[in-house]
Antibody, heavy 133, light 110 residues
C-alpha cells in the first residue's frame, strides 16, 4: 500500500523555523521526485517546491514566495523527504501536503529503462502549519 | 492571480454534462502535460486526469480530459452529488521552472 506520512506541523511565531518530515512506503522512493504543495485558508492549491532523485542530481526547485527561506531535502536510506522552513511569515500558514512529482503520481523506470507509472494518488494526509504571534 | 485561469465556479444538475476550462500559455499548457485534481475539504487531493487525457484506474469514466494549444478542459459527462468539490488543473511552467496550479473551480451539484 502506498503511503506518505507527514509530521512536524504546528504553531510557530513569525520569523521562526519549522521542519516537516514525510515518510514514504509502497513505491520506489529512490526513483521518485518529491514535492510539497500547500493550501492556505480559503485559498487554492500552491506548489512549494521539489527535490529530484539522486540519479537526477538531487537538485531542487522552489516557488518564488518561498525561495531562499525554504529548503527541501531527502534521505533515501530513511525513505523520507524534509521541508525546512525558515523566516516564516503569516502568509505561510497553510496545510502542507507531501506528494510526488508529477503531483500524485509515483513514476519509476522499468527493466527496459522506460518511465512508467508505479502508483497513483500518492499524497500525504496534510499537516497544518500556523504562523502567528 | 494564478498563472492558469479557471472559472471560479461551475454548477449543474444530476446527470448533466459539465466542463471546466483551464487557460494558460505556451510556457506551461502549450508545452507540458496537464493534470486535473479533485479536492474535498480536509482531505488530500485526488488525481482525476494525468498526461492531458489519461484516467487512473478507479476514476469513473464520466471524467475525461482534453488539451488544445494553450488550453485544457475537464469534462464530467453525468454529474453526481458526490462530484461536488473543488477542481484544479496543474502543469509545469518552463519559464518559471515551477509547477503551477489553476485557481480552482468550485463545482456545485444543484
Amino acid at each position: 500500500e502506498v503511503q506518505l506520512l507527514e509530521s512536524g506541523g504546528g504553531l510557530v511565531k513569525p520569523g521562526g523555523s519549522l521542519r516537516l518530515s514525510c515518510a514514504a512506503s509502497g513505491f520506489t522512493f529512490s526513483n521518485a521526485w518529491m514535492t510539497w504543495v500547500r493550501q492556505a485558508p480559503g485559498q487554492g492549491l500552491e506548489w512549494v517546491g521539489r527535490v529530484k532523485s539522486k540519479n537526477d542530481g538531487e537538485t531542487t526547485d522552489y516557488a518564488a514566495p518561498v525561495k531562499g527561506r525554504f529548503t527541501i531535502s531527502r534521505d533515501d536510506s530513511k525513505y523520507t523527504t524534509y521541508l525546512q522552513m525558515n523566516s516564516l511569515r503569516k502568509e505561510d500558514t497553510a496545510v502542507y501536503y507531501c506528494t510526488t512529482d508529477p503531483p500524485g503520481i509515483a513514476e519509476t523506470y522499468d527493466s527496459n529503462g522506460y518511465l512508467v507509472v508505479e502508483a497513483f494518488d500518492v499524497w500525504g494526509q496534510g499537516t497544518v502549519v500556523t504562523v502567528s504571534s | 492571480q494564478s498563472v492558469l485561469t479557471q472559472p471560479p465556479s461551475a454548477s449543474g444538475t444530476p446527470g448533466q454534462r459539465v466542463t471546466i476550462s483551464c487557460s494558460g500559455s505556451n510556457s506551461n499548457i502549450g508545452s507540458n502535460y496537464v493534470y486535473w485534481y479533485q479536492h474535498l475539504p480536509k482531505t488530500a487531493p485526488k488525481l482525476l486526469i494525468y498526461r492531458n487525457n489519461r484516467r487512473p484506474s478507479g476514476v469513473p469514466d464520466r471524467f475525461s480530459g482534453s488539451k488544445s494549444g494553450t488550453s485544457a478542459s475537464l469534462a464530467n459527462s453525468g454529474l453526481r452529488s458526490e462530484d461536488e468539490a473543488d477542481y484544479y488543473c496543474a502543469t509545469w511552467d518552463d519559464s518559471l521552472s515551477a509547477w503551477v496550479f489553476g485557481g480552482g473551480t468550485k463545482l456545485t451539484v444543484l
